[in-house]
């Protein structure tokens, strides 16, 4: 758990506050953490000011609302900085990325498993007669006996394999030819289910690095690394109006020291990084 902390923020080199966070024990909250987080703009109130804060206002309905709908369909959920093991029977273990959430409909047949958010790491022994299929937006990963990571990302759904293979295939569409995946291999899918990457070759012990407190990054979206970095951070972020470099980067990150890592990002986005007072 971590320890309360002052809020934070990165700043771009014009000095404009970009990214905001307050640090607090996800555990046990304290009464005197700030509740929120001011970031100071110049004197006056414009129209423009107004235009920024209905933003805002609306952003968070978006984020809160479907954070509702998500916790309604979830059997499983983790905070951020939290992560968790699943056992959903003897041949079936998960293990949950902070943020993430899923749901689970088992019956006779198979085991369906939907991934709502974040990542979710699989251990699946083999057992033709009940396979598992993990469900990520427009795809589905049919698994008889592997280990594999499901993750959202800026693209849509990334799937890595440690281990064994896995059957993936769009849930809604005949005109999309499945492919195979196997162990030390990931790819990546858009939101229709099409394929946005080549079918890459990753070091198995990369894969949902997560799980030993670590982010290894390679050849990542910078969106993606960051919000790794957030999912796995005690307090509240605030992303403001910068926007990510499209390049991809690599990176190892300690997420045991999650705001040490988050100053070594912004370091690589040349943003400054500074802690906000009151």
Known sequence: HLASQQPLSIHDADDHAVVSSALSSPAEPSLNSP???????????HRSHIAIAASIILAIVYIYGNEVIISLKADYTTRAAETRSIVLDSDVGVELDA???LSVNANNKAYQVTLLKGGAYFN????EARPVIVLKGAIAVHVIGTAFEVRSTALGVAVSVTKGTVRIAA???QYIEPIILSGGQKVTFGDDGRRVTAIN??????????????LVAKDWLARDVFDTLKRHHGGTIILGAWRFKKHRMTGVYDLKQPDKAL??????QGLRYRRLIG
Do not use: E, P
């Open 35 to 45: 509740s929120s987080v001011d970031i100071k703009a110049s004197r006056g109130f």
């Open 99 to 101: 943020a993430s959430a």
């Open 124 to 127: 699946v022994k083999a057992k």
């Open 171 to 173: 849930v809604n569409s």
């Open 201 to 214: 070759s990753i070091n198995a012990a990369d894969i949902a690095s997560w799980r030993r407190k670590q």
């Open 263 to 268: 100053r070594l990002f912004a370091a690589t």
